[in-house]
């Protein structure tokens, strides 16, 4: 099993420029989940889904979009990319909810950074 | 806001020393705390987790000590050994209609663990 692959590992982008981060997990989980880190703050919650067709909003979702069109893969864009979209990008995956003491795996991350 | 605040921001322990982190949250609906262990260029992994119900966890070198009244909870990390050397995030999580899924992190706090 990979567990939770993220696509690219690194991308910088210029100012206003579009990218899609891809998310994929083989461990047949409902729930997926966008988190961007940067120093100081933790990790904060983006966007989620609680099953495949369904995306909700998280604590920050202000200049990002989702889609979960299959069950394995949770996409993040960014329509039009500002500087203060950089930052450390991770996915996160459990087979149901988090608060049920299901455990949430990390991908390695994406590292990006916009100029 | 951060709703869960977490100190200190970085610690360093001699090998063999008690690392303590605490963390401190004003949600009392609040009902799952979790803490992950990340090391560098790598995504944070689930560590332990402890529910309200109880006021202390241990699993190996690792305890969470929970004070509901108090609404603080904190790691300790008995034997510090240097491949404890990571960056450790605590978390809060509530299963309520409206935050369904979502997790409130801490800062993080590096710790150091010298030979």
């Known amino acids: 099993n990979a567990g939770v692959t993220q696509t690219p590992k690194f991308r910088v982008l210029k100012t206003g420029q579009s990218m899609t981060l891809l998310c994929a997990q083989d461990m047949n989980h409902e729930y997926m989940y966008w988190y961007r880190q940067d120093p100081g703050m933790g990790l904060r919650l983006i966007h989620y889904s609680v099953g495949e067709g369904t995306t909700a909003k998280g604590e920050v979702p202000d200049g990002y979009n989702v889609s979960r069109l299959k069950k394995q893969n949770f996409l993040l864009g960014l329509e039009s990319a500002a500087p203060s979209q950089t930052s450390v990008y991770f996915c996160a995956s459990s087979y149901s909810s988090v608060w049920d003491g299901y455990e949430q795996y990390f991908g390695p991350g994406t590292r990006l950074t916009v100029t | 806001q951060q709703q869960v605040k977490q100190s200190p921001q970085s610690l360093i322990v001699q090998k063999g020393g008690i690392s303590i982190i605490n963390c401190a949250y004003e949600?009392?609906?609040?009902?799952?705390f979790p803490w992950y262990q990340q090391f560098p260029g790598k995504g944070p992994a689930l560590l332990i987790a402890i529910r309200p119900d109880v006021s202390e966890k241990k699993e190996g070198r690792f305890t969470i000590s929970f004070n509901k009244s108090a609404k603080q909870f904190s790691l300790h990390i008995m034997d510090s050994q240097p491949g404890d050397s990571a960056t450790y995030f605590c978390a809060a999580a509530t299963g309520s209609a409206d935050s369904w899924g979502k997790f409130q992190f801490g800062a993080g706090t590096q710790v150091v663990v010298t030979p």
């Open positions: 949600n009392t609906a609040f009902d799952y």
